[in-house]
C-alpha cells in the first residue's frame, strides 16, 4: 500500500499513457476495416467498393473497380447500389468513408464497412491503384 501511494503520479502517468495508446484502435468503431481486413474482404469477391471523394480525387487514382459516388450525391444515387452485397466505403482518410457508410447503413444496407485511414492508408501501404 506505501509503494501505491508513494508512487500515485506514476501508476496514474502509466494508465494515461496505456488509455492514450489504445485510444484510436476503440475510437475506430466495429464497422472500420484496416487496410489488411479490407484487402480479405475484397478477396472474398462480392464486395463493391464505393469511393465518397470527389470527382477531381478519384480521377487522380482508386481502387480497381470502384465505384464513385461523391458523397454529397449519395442520397440521390443510393439506388445504383445493391443491397444484397457487402459495401467498402473509402475516401482520401477516412472521415468521410464513416458518414457515408453511416448513410448506407440508415438507408438499409446490413453489410457495410469503412476502410481506416482512407485512399492515404492504402497507397502507403504499397497495394494497387489505377488512374
Same mark, same amino acid.
Given at each position: 500500500m506505501k509503494f501505491i501511494i508513494d508512487n500515485i503520479w506514476l501508476i496514474l502517468i502509466a494508465l494515461l499513457s496505456g488509455g492514450?495508446? &489504445?485510444? *484510436?484502435?476503440?475510437? =475506430?468503431g466495429k464497422h472500420a476495416l484496416s487496410t489488411l481486413q479490407a484487402t480479405q474482404l475484397l478477396n472474398q469477391g462480392k464486395t463493391v467498393v464505393l469511393d465518397v471523394r470527389t470527382t /477531381? /480525387?478519384?480521377?487522380?487514382? %482508386? &481502387? =480497381?473497380?470502384?465505384?464513385?459516388? *461523391?458523397?454529397? $450525391?449519395? $442520397?440521390?444515387?443510393?439506388?445504383e447500389l445493391d443491397k444484397g452485397r457487402a459495401v467498402l466505403v473509402m475516401c482520401a482518410s477516412g472521415a468521410r468513408s464513416a458518414k +457515408?457508410? @453511416?448513410?448506407?447503413?440508415? @438507408? +438499409?444496407?446490413?453489410?457495410? %464497412?469503412?476502410? $481506416? +485511414?482512407?485512399f492515404a492508408a492504402w497507397q502507403t501501404q504499397g497495394l494497387p491503384t489505377t488512374k
Amino acid at each position: 500500500m506505501k509503494f501505491i501511494i508513494d508512487n500515485i503520479w506514476l501508476i496514474l502517468i502509466a494508465l494515461l499513457s496505456g488509455g492514450a495508446l &489504445l485510444w *484510436p484502435s476503440l475510437n =475506430r468503431g466495429k464497422h472500420a476495416l484496416s487496410t489488411l481486413q479490407a484487402t480479405q474482404l475484397l478477396n472474398q469477391g462480392k464486395t463493391v467498393v464505393l469511393d465518397v471523394r470527389t470527382t /477531381e /480525387e478519384f480521377a487522380k487514382g %482508386h &481502387l =480497381r473497380a470502384a465505384l464513385n459516388i *461523391p458523397l454529397q $450525391d449519395l $442520397d440521390s444515387r443510393i439506388g445504383e447500389l445493391d443491397k444484397g452485397r457487402a459495401v467498402l466505403v473509402m475516401c482520401a482518410s477516412g472521415a468521410r468513408s464513416a458518414k +457515408g457508410a @453511416a448513410q448506407l447503413r440508415r @438507408a +438499409g444496407f446490413a453489410n457495410v %464497412h469503412s476502410l $481506416d +485511414g482512407g485512399f492515404a492508408a492504402w497507397q502507403t501501404q504499397g497495394l494497387p491503384t489505377t488512374k
